[in-house]
């Protein structure tokens, strides 16, 4: 049985993208050369910051309406939502979530952005929510459009939302993106395809939920993460002070 | 390990890419959208321990400074303890002023990063081993970081309790365990540790897989 707080499964670095990935370019300058020295949790890792709902604004989760001036921003109308669970698929409450996006545009509303695709005066581009007491969150949005980004001279990131996740622990820190079901750019993207196993790309692909869509106002897709299990807290590796 | 015996697998994880700011530090985005934002500054002012800055730059392979890093830090606190539920230490108590944890960005023409804190106590080790040196988590991600690179700085004035260090001890050679050395010196009448990071070279920092 899980610990509420133990230490953390090894994570299967199989399942994720190497810290080199040559056709994405960028890594190579910026990935480790030596092996990670692996490190038996203390609790320095097996603890981490947490969050209160009175940190957060009451928009905070609204794309739609948290940088609105002078209307509503321009795209699709879209609700991404899903549940936060961990390996042992127990679900992670009070859990913080916060994402970033392009406009529907493909445009970033970010200084070092130079994409001439228009900003939106209304849209922001960012959220944040708490996961509740199941663990599930909730953002309403406009849909990301694709852009161009040098990698090769013809590369173009799928439609795509970033996602940030606290788990309870600073050792189930976790950023990753999200892509929409049936785009034809994921195949060809540099960056999703920095991971080799295919089944694990799908799971950051969100799933069309005509269920949750709302009738005449915003079509829905599910987007569940799983982050990192605690195992059972035994004698021989039961932390001091516990 | 291919299959996990577990039931979930954990989701993958991706590129922060260069935009991360636009979610995550708003304000260096080049915008003002929440009403309450995270900050670099740790410590407020009630905080109780020895204020200190802790900054640096992050060198990639070529050595040129990073400058679009975001860098985000946890420590216990004064007493060495950890604002969260796992931290059952007896005798150490919670400081009510300080939750131990802020996130920060190389600035995009300097790439410096700066954290305002306080110097953290002594945590308790892995049972059996010896109390951990003072020290702080740091995790950084980036555009061309494909996993979030986990590390720790230590304090260089801490020589006895480095040397004793559970985890520094495990570093197999000893020049590495140099990396992890925040380096004291003194600023305007404040306490400023350097701590320089490098992703790769002959000073590669040693990066934890936690
Ligand atoms: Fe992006």
């Avoid at chain 1, 959220?127 to 001279?153: H, Q, S």
């Avoid at chain 1, 999200?178 to 950051?204: C, K, N, S, V």
């Avoid at chain 2, 890419?17 to 636009?22: M, S, W």
Wanted: aromatic letters at 10%; hydrophobic letters at 35%; charged letters at 25%.
């Amino acid at each position: 049985m899980a610990d509420e707080y133990g230490e953390f499964y090894q994570r299967n670095r199989d399942i994720h993208p190497p810290a080199l990935t040559p056709t994405y370019k960028t890594s190579v300058l910026r990935s480790p050369r030596i092996p990670l020295w692996s490190l038996q949790n203390s609790l320095s890792e097996v603890t981490g910051p947490v969050f209160t709902p009175d940190e957060l604004g009451p928009l905070d989760h609204d794309l739609i309406k948290n940088y609105a001036h002078t209307g509503d921003p321009v795209g699709e109308r879209t609700i991404i939502h899903g549940q936060v669970l961990d390996e042992d698929a127990r679900p992670q409450a009070g859990v913080l979530v916060e994402i970033w996006q392009a406009n529907a545009g493909g445009r970033y509303r970010h200084v070092n952005d130079r994409y001439f695709a228009p900003i939106d005066p209304n849209f922001g581009g960012c959220g944040r929510t708490l996961t509740d007491a199941e663990g599930r969150y909730w953002f309403r949005t406009v849909k990301p459009g694709v852009y161009p980004f040098r990698n090769y001279i013809n590369s173009w990131r799928p439609a795509h939302v970033h996602f940030s996740i606290f788990g309870s622990g600073f050792a189930q820190r976790l950023i990753t993106q999200m892509y929409f079901e049936g785009d034809p750019m994921i195949r060809h993207d540099a960056i999703a395809q920095t991971i080799a196993d295919p089944a694990a790309i799908d799971r950051l692909v969100a799933k069309l939920d005509l269920n949750a869509s709302i009738p005449l106002d915003s079509v829905a897709y599910r987007f569940d993460i799983v982050l990192r299990g605690r195992r059972a807290t035994m004698f021989e590796n039961k932390l001091q002070g516990n | 390990m291919k299959h996990s015996i577990n039931k979930l697998e954990e989701t993958p994880s991706q590129t922060a890419g260069p935009y991360v700011h636009i979610g995550l530090l708003p304000h260096q985005a080049g915008f003002d959208i929440f009403a309450n934002n995270f900050s670099h500054e740790i410590a407020g002012p009630d905080t109780k321990g020895e204020r200190i800055t802790i900054e640096g730059m992050v060198f990639d392979g070529s050595g040129a400074p990073i400058r679009d890093m975001l860098l985000e830090l946890w420590q216990a606190n004064a007493e060495g303890r950890y604002r969260h539920p796992a931290d059952r230490q007896q005798g150490k108590a919670i400081d009510p002023g300080f939750r131990g944890w802020g996130r920060t960005g190389t600035d995009f023409a300097s790439g410096l990063y700066t954290f305002e804190t306080i110097k953290p106590g002594s945590v308790v080790g892995r049972s059996g081993t010896k109390p951990m040196a003072p020290h702080v988590s740091l995790w950084l991600v980036s555009r061309g970081i494909n996993i979030g690179l986990s590390t720790r700085m230590y304090f260089d004035d801490e020589s006895e309790a480095n040397a004793a260090d559970p985890v520094l001890n495990l570093i197999e050679q000893p020049a590495r365990r140099k990396t992890l050395l925040g380096h004291r010196g003194s600023r305007d009448g404040k306490t400023v540790y350097r701590f320089d990071i490098h992703l790769q070279g002959a000073h590669e920092t040693v990066f934890f897989d936690v």
